[in-house]
Nanobody, 123 residues
Framework: QVQLVESGGGLVQAGGSLRLSCAASGRIFSINAMGWYRQVPGKQRELVAGTTSGGSTNYADSVKGRFTISRDNVKNTVYLQMNSLKPEDTAVYYC?????????????????WGQGTQVTVSS
């Protein structure tokens, strides 16, 4: 399968910035969509930002103008630059990727999740 490893979470004061990274590895054939989700206890996981291999992006309304998603297709890595952070941005952030990988000699679909990284914004 394809593994995703996230980094960059931590504790920051309100108004501060953090940058998350997520690197995909494995027998990757191609990656179509990559994105970031977040989840707080007792709530459903929600999409924060997504990007496709063609470069299109989409954002949750709550982060528009503050967060920027970017992608390095050579490194199979997606980034999330988070500025002007608010306490309500506190959550576990998960990376997600969808595409195709080599399963033996066959190309098959995959959808993978990272292990999650905690982002805590203090007021």
């Amino acid at each position: 399968q394809v593994q995703l490893v996230e980094s960059g979470g931590g504790l920051v004061q309100a108004g501060g910035s953090l940058r998350l990274s997520c690197a995909a590895s494995g027998r990757i054939f191609s990656i179509n969509a990559m994105g970031w989700y977040r989840q707080v206890p007792g709530k459903q996981r929600e999409l924060v930002a997504g990007t496709t291999s063609g470069g299109s992006t989409n954002y949750a309304d709550s982060v528009k103008g503050r967060f920027t998603i970017s992608r390095d297709n050579v490194k199979n890595t997606v980034y999330l630059q988070m500025n002007s952070l608010k306490p309500e941005d506190t959550a576990v952030y998960y990376c997600n990727a969808e595409g195709k990988y080599y399963k033996g000699f066959v190309v098959s679909d995959f959808r993978s999740w990272g292990q999650g990284t905690q982002v805590t914004v203090s007021s």
